[in-house]
């Protein structure tokens, strides 16, 4: 069983759309993440969330919003795709405080 | 050799030699750290992991070394092999306030193993 898993793999759309990535995970893990990676292999946080608070890095914009519809999904909606979206976006579960964070294998967003 | 620029890090190395890859993280508050590989088209996995009341943590294969006086993490790989070849990644850890952790990551490492 994949311990994180991301759909689709590939996204491929136009500027405009609105899209969905979905990230599923059965660790049982109480903390969920959203992080972005650019084409220099840059990985940055977007989200964070459990089941008492979303935290948001400031940087994001808001087209963006994470909705989690139980503890074990976290997903993410984007409104009003742009050319500058286009990344891989990877999904990571955790038990916060200091412990490791497991990856997804990550969404590649493509924006024609 | 090393080579920093505008393109990712790369370390290339002799199969069966010793590999190190360096990171200066910038948080004097961070209080754990870990190690990464990413492959191509993978997410990244967990190497290693050490928390800052240790300078040193070996696993199979790998050690991770911490100096906080500096603030840099390095991580050993020791015969290295093909399959080791990937991104590698440091992260450092630390208290974002309301009880919550921030893990930051460093620009990442390509580590081409060389037959």
């Known amino acids: 069983d994949t311990a994180v898993s991301q759909t689709p793999k590939y996204l491929v759309t136009q500027m405009g759309n609105d899209k969905s990535i979905k990230c599923e995970q059965n660790l049982g893990h109480d903390t969920m993440y959203w992080y972005k990676q650019d084409s220099k292999k840059f990985l940055k946080i977007m989200f964070s969330y459990n089941n008492k608070e979303l935290i948001i890095n400031e940087t994001v914009p808001n087209r963006f919003s994470p909705k989690s519809p139980d503890k074990a999904h976290l997903n993410l909606h984007i409104n009003s795709l742009e050319l500058g979206d286009s990344a891989v976006y990877f999904c990571a579960t955790g038990q916060g405080g200091n412990q490791p964070q497991h990856f997804g294998d990550g969404t590649r967003l493509s924006i024609l | 050799g090393e080579s920093v620029g505008l393109h990712l890090p790369t370390l290339s190395v002799q199969e069966g030699d010793n590999s190190i890859i360096n990171c200066a993280y910038s948080?004097?508050?961070?209080?754990?750290f870990i190690w990464y590989k990413q492959e191509s088209g993978k997410g990244p996995q967990f190497i290693i992991d050490?928390?800052?009341?240790?300078d040193k943590r070996q696993g199979q294969r790998v050690t991770v070394l911490l100096n906080k006086t500096v603030k840099h993490l390095s991580l050993q790989i020791a015969a290295t092999q093909p399959g080791d070849s990937a991104v590698y990644f440091c992260a450092e850890n630390y208290a974002a306030g309301a009880g919550s952790y921030q893990l930051t990551f460093g620009k990442g490492t390509k580590l081409s193993v060389i037959p």
């Open positions: 948080n004097s508050a961070s209080d754990y």
């Open positions: 050490i928390r800052s009341n240790m």
